[in-house]
């Protein structure tokens, strides 16, 4: 294969957890025939009843995703590229490893590490949940996904990764394996370990100090909830990238512990605290748009039916977008709060709206 063909299908998906469901499911609606395998027969039939396509296809694909955990991607690309003439991708968070891995499989089986109809790719959007009952037609909309050739990966084959990038709704950004592992390091599997070490220390804490949590914990702790088996793996492949950025963490928190041991720790934990400011405006906001400074607006709400509705209906007279949305609410207490993000130019007059009609609005 070296022309460029249109996404028409079959896709195969190997693998119906989380992402091959969700791109089961972004597939199925746009017509395309995708055949669902996974090594658990539950989870192919859970998938095939919420919609993300049907278990027995009799015609070739003309595309394999391989949706599984990063340790058993190589073996399930290898396989794939034996058994069908398709164009073979994957979703794994990582990309060295499960390429390592193919390879070596198709040199073992006597076909000279031939790789030319596989394309790793990495849609980065998913959630703390796994299975497929957590899989969502709109998981990848806005969001970007890796597309990570090879040295051999044929042109042809990178172009129709791309189209399944695309018509899941994601843009797509093309990146070498080594650097897509270094990238993903820091952006995601360094997140994941410092999220899971800080909801470590709770697990020991007093039903009473827990009882003060709110959004900055809930925000740092989210994807500690996920599946421990799999980010094993995920660590585990990427390690050689993600030692340097741990090794960088074990002496910025040196540095932090000698400082708090001192009498005057102000400079250092400043230090620490701007450093923080500068990085966390570098992040790409949502849609991979340029970071927008965003402006949290906070209004009390009171804990009954409708007033969300009202909340919003209010928001939108007054001419402003609602670009992001957070909802803190005490369990036990009669009220909430709901902390609307929006544009700067916005918020003089969502206040005033708010205030007028009668909310309680604080900034
Ligand atoms: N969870 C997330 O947010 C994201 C995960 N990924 C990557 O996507 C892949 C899948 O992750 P999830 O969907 O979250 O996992 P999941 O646990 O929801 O689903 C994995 C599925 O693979 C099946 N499976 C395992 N070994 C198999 C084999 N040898 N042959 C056939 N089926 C097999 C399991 O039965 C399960 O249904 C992983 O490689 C992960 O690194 C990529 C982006 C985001
Ligand atoms: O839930 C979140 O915010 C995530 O970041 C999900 C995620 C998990 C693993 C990946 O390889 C990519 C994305």
Redesign the pocket.
């Known amino acids: 294969m070296t022309e460029t063909a249109a996404l028409r299908g079959p896709v195969r998906i190997?693998?119906?957890?989380?992402?091959?469901?969700?791109i089961g499911l972004a597939l199925a609606r746009l017509g395309v025939v995708v055949e669902l395998?996974?090594?658990?027969p539950d989870?192919?039939l859970m998938?095939e009843r919420i919609g993300a396509g049907s278990r027995l296809v009799q015609l070739e694909p003309q595309l394999v995703v391989?949706?599984?955990?990063?340790d058993?991607?190589g073996?399930?690309i290898a396989e794939q590229l034996e058994q069908t003439d398709a164009v073979v991708t994957?979703?794994?968070?990582?990309k060295g490893k499960?390429l390592a891995d193919a390879k070596a499989l198709a040199e073992a089986a006597g076909r000279g590490g031939d790789l030319t109809r596989y394309v790793g790719s990495?849609?980065?959007?998913?959630?703390?949940?796994?299975?497929?009952l957590?899989?969502r037609a709109d998981l990848f909309e806005g969001a970007t996904w890796a597309i990570t050739p090879h040295e051999t990966s044929d042109p042809a084959a990178v172009e129709l990764v791309r189209r399944l990038a695309e018509a899941c709704g994601a843009r797509t950004v093309e990146l070498s394996v080594p650097d897509h592992d270094l990238a993903v390091a820091r952006v995601s599997h360094l997140p994941q370990l410092m999220s899971s070490l800080a909801a470590g220390t709770l697990v020991d804490a007093p039903t009473e100090h827990l009882e003060l949590s709110g959004q900055g914990v809930r925000d740092v702790t989210r994807i500690a909830a996920?599946?421990p088996?799999?980010w094993t793996?995920?660590v585990a492949a990427n390690s050689p990238a993600l030692s340097g950025l741990l090794e960088q963490i074990r002496d910025e928190l040196d540095r932090l512990l000698i400082a708090l041991s001192k009498e005057k720790t102000d400079d250092e934990v400043t230090a620490v605290l701007r450093r923080g400011v500068s990085g966390a405006v570098r992040v790409p906001g949502k849609h991979g748009t340029p970071h927008i400074e965003l402006v949290p607006v906070l209004v009390t709400i009171p804990d009954r039916p409708g007033q969300l509705a009202r909340l919003f209906a209010d928001a939108a007279a007054s001419g402003a977008n609602v670009e992001d949305l957070r909802i803190d609410h005490s369990p036990g207490r009669p009220v909430g709060e709901v902390e609307l993000a929006v544009k700067p130019a916005s918020v003089e007059q969502l206040v005033d709206v708010l205030t007028e009609r009668g909310w309680s609005v604080h900034r």
């Open positions: 190997v693998g119906t957890g989380l992402i091959g469901t969700s395998v996974d090594g658990d989870n192919a998938a391989v949706a599984v955990p990063p058993h991607v073996t399930v994957d979703a794994a968070s990582v499960p990495h849609p980065m959007a998913g959630s703390e949940r796994n299975g497929p957590a899989g996920s599946d088996g799999m793996q995920i």
